[in-house]
């Protein structure tokens, strides 16, 4: 069973940045897999985000697009999401996910303030 595990969440101020990281924490064909973050905010659904195929295609919800990037590094096993300029309504939970499964890790709670 694959695990994922999130990191790098943490309160910050509006304008500010984060690093989040998310890194399969067993044996996993990482590079086969194209991932996605999501994240969910309070009393609203899941949303798509940011994705990453294995030969690092990117693609971002219009929200973001231009304050958040997306990385891989396939030798660790891990993805990342840098933030910048966050905004207030950058405030959720944030998870990554292999597309097209339903593994998911416990997610990292970001909380950008005004």
């Known amino acids: 069973q694959v695990q994922l595990v999130e990191s790098g969440g943490g309160l910050v101020q509006a304008g500010g940045s984060l690093r989040l990281t998310c890194t399969a924490a067993?044996?996993?064909?990482?590079?086969?897999?194209?991932m996605d973050w999501y994240r969910q905010a309070p009393g609203k659904q899941r949303e798509f985000v940011a994705r990453i195929t294995a030969s690092s295609s990117t693609r971002y919800a219009d929200s973001v697009k231009g304050r958040f990037t997306i990385s891989s590094d396939n030798a660790k096993a891990t993805v990342y999401l840098q933030m910048n300029s966050l905004k207030p309504e950058d405030t959720a939970v944030y998870y990554c996910n292999p597309t097209g499964t339903t593994i998911w890790g416990q997610g990292t709670q970001v909380t950008v303030s005004s």
């Open positions: 067993s044996s996993i064909t990482f590079s086969a897999y194209t």
